[in-house]
């Protein structure tokens, strides 16, 4: 059973809370920019442990196109069909096919402003940790350290059969499905998909950090997908204050947050930074 802790910041009603909407539509909406970012700040600035969950929609100014949509690549390939480790067991060939067009949609792809906004939270010491649903390693690429990678890395290639790890070229993909250099086995994108378990040790890891948080920063993600979409509700169980960085609502808006910034994560990150650099 978890425990709510009595540590918790009083937070500011959500109704008192001035939504932030993206700087371009900034004059002709008549909300306000400055007041939750400042409180944003203030409440970074202040934490001891302040750690991100990150989501898809970080990357939509480094271009990544959204797969999951309606022209997107389940539209040719059912997941249903392709995106289970019992279909490209069954089927490697066939499936591959559909892994090598998952992966041409992150080449020549780049960290945007909200990403390396976000490595400079983590050198001034504010940012403890990042959780992210992303596959594309582009924290990493920005320079952070501490990077869990919820879902995996399409960049890297995993043995079905010893576990070894391999660098995937993405911008150089075979025709046809990668077998190990040391057992001979399958290889598969280090990502999961449907028929596989998050990795213990990095659900382990995530766990410790959520559980141990006194604030959580949700940047652009909706909380759709389970069990990630589970973590700012049990960071909250645990006495995290949740501010919620997203350019529309989500479910945790009106739910779990306590603050919400409204606009695209390049404009809001860099902006959050530049506070903090000013000491508010």
């Not at 939504?19 to 700040?41: H, N």
């Not at 797969?67 to 067991?89: D, V």
């Not at 759709?224 to 479910?251: D, M, Q, R």
Request: charged residues 20%; hydrophobic residues 35%; contains cysteine.
């Amino acid at each position: 059973m978890l425990i709510k802790t009595d540590n918790k910041k009083v937070s500011p009603r959500k109704q008192d809370a001035v939504y932030c909407q993206d700087a371009q539509s900034k004059e002709s909406s008549g909300y306000s920019l400055e007041q939750p970012i400042l409180l944003a700040a203030d409440i970074i600035k202040t934490s001891k442990k302040c750690i991100a969950l990150t989501g898809a929609g970080i990357s939509v100014d480094s271009n990544v196109p959204d797969y999951r949509g309606t022209n997107g690549m389940w539209s040719k390939f059912p997941p249903e069909e392709y995106a289970s480790l019992q279909a490209y067991t069954d089927n490697p060939g066939k499936v591959w096919k559909c892994w090598s067009e998952l992966a041409k949609y992150f080449v020549d792809k780049k960290p945007n402003a909200g990403h390396l906004a976000m490595v400079e939270l983590e050198r001034l010491g504010y940012l403890k940790a990042i959780l992210t649903q992303n596959i594309d390693a582009l924290h990493q690429q920005a320079g952070h350290l501490n990077v869990i990678e919820f879902d995996g890395n399409i960049r890297r290639l995993t043995c079905l059969k010893c576990n070894n790890h391999h660098p995937f070229n993405i911008e150089s993909i075979q025709e046809t499905p990668p077998y190990c250099n040391k057992c001979g086995g399958l290889m598969k994108p280090d990502m999961i998909i449907f028929g596989e378990r998050i990795n213990k040790e990095v659900w382990e890891r995530t766990l410790k950090h959520v559980k141990t948080c006194d604030v959580m920063v949700v940047v652009g993600t909706s909380g759709n997908v389970s069990p990630a979409s589970e973590l700012p509700i049990l960071a909250k169980e645990h006495g995290a204050y949740i501010v919620e960085f997203n350019l529309t609502f989500t479910v945790y808006t009106n739910g779990i947050s306590d603050l919400f910034v409204q606009g695209t994560t390049s404009q809001t990150m860099p902006h959050l930074v530049q506070l903090l650099h000013g000491n508010i």
